[in-house]
Nanobody
Framework: QVQLVESGGGLVQAGGSLSLSCAASGRTFSSYTMGWFRQAPGKEREFVAAITWSGGTRYYADSVTGRFAISRDNAKNTVYLQMNSLKPEDTAVYYC??????????????????WGQGTQATVSS
């Protein structure tokens, strides 16, 4: 079992930055691919970014490429999402998730086994 707790959301003006963290419990954190997803009001949850177990490979949605950066510290059982140049359309609840197997696309939320409760990020225009 893995428990995930996000933090770091808040309110920021367009062009600003937010830094999200996701702390994981469990001894096998370092073996999981970790992802960030977001869900805006009235919209489906969408992929934002993912990072493989070693941190060697990172993936991003086109909408955030060049603005967001995902990283992880396996010694601290934590994954991060640095969000820069934020836009109002980035407003959403952001969720971190853990994927225990190599099967299935890491861009699909259906392939993740564990989820945090989410943290709200609001970008004002």
């Amino acid at each position: 079992q893995v428990q995930l707790v996000e933090s770091g959301g808040g309110l920021v003006q367009a062009g600003g930055s937010l830094s999200l963290s996701c702390a994981a419990s469990g001894r096998t954190f370092s073996s999981y691919t970790m992802g960030w997803f977001r869900q805006a009001p009235g919209k489906e949850r969408e992929f934002v970014a993912a990072i493989t177990w070693s941190g060697g490979t990172r993936y991003y949605a086109d909408s955030v490429t060049g603005r967001f950066a995902i990283s992880r510290d396996n010694a601290k059982n934590t994954v991060y999402l640095q969000m820069n140049s934020l836009k109002p359309e980035d407003t959403a609840v952001y969720y971190c998730a853990a994927k225990s197997t190599r099967l299935g696309s890491l861009r699909s939320d259906s392939n993740y086994n564990y989820w945090g409760q989410g943290t709200q990020a609001t970008v004002s225009s």
